[in-house]
């Protein structure tokens, strides 16, 4: 088996989501290497993680992008960047928990919003419905965006704990979402 970056922050996701204080030891025995192996890869534990992370946004932003541009049809494509956020927060998982949500506020005083064109379209696409009065006017922006978090936030929870079939947490996760924003 040859040994790259990539597997290794693989092995690192799936350590560190069965147990967020996997040590670089055992993050190598779930790679089936040795901890020099990874070390020659990453100085340390808080590299590889941040590796991770910038991982993890990378693939978010890729899956949400697509996602957004996958129809035409605004509900849609909402409902498609909920599914992309919830897949890879769940694949994920211990990251998710890492990087908390910035405030909404603080996104749109935020300059680097202008290069996050995840972030604003979803932005644009939750006012989009809400002029169109698809969704709840009396809800804020701040409050949904709020909500699309939360929401993902406790499927993955569910699906964490076993307490829901996997295959219906999709489904639960989207019906909620969409009921608490007036979504038909």
């Given at each position: 088996m040859k040994v790259t970056k990539e597997k290794?922050?693989?092995a690192a996701v799936v350590a560190l989501n069965s147990d967020e204080s996997a040590t670089i030891e055992q993050i190598a025995n779930v790679a089936g290497?040795?901890?020099r192996t990874?070390?020659?890869y990453f100085n340390d534990r808080n590299t590889l993680v941040q590796e991770c992370k910038e991982t993890m946004l990378r693939v978010c932003n890729l899956?949400?992008?697509?996602a957004y541009h996958s129809s035409e049809q605004p509900a849609v494509q909402l409902e498609n960047m909920f599914y992309a956020a919830l897949e890879v927060g769940i694949q994920?998982?211990?990251v998710k928990k890492l990087v908390k949500r910035n405030q909404y506020t603080d996104l749109m005083n935020n300059h680097e919003l202008a290069y996050d064109n995840v972030k604003a379209d979803w932005f644009k696409l939750i006012d989009l419905l809400q002029q169109q009065?698809?969704?709840n006017r009396t809800l804020s922006i701040p409050w949904i965006y709020n909500l699309f978090g939360g929401m993902v936030?406790?499927?993955i929870e569910a699906q964490q704990a076993g307490d829901v079939a996997r295959n219906d947490i999709r489904k639960f996760a989207w019906t909620s979402f969409k009921g608490s924003i007036g979504l038909q």
């Open positions: 290794l922050i693989d290497v040795t901890r990874v070390h020659r899956n949400m992008t697509g994920y998982s211990f009065g698809a969704i936030d406790i499927a």
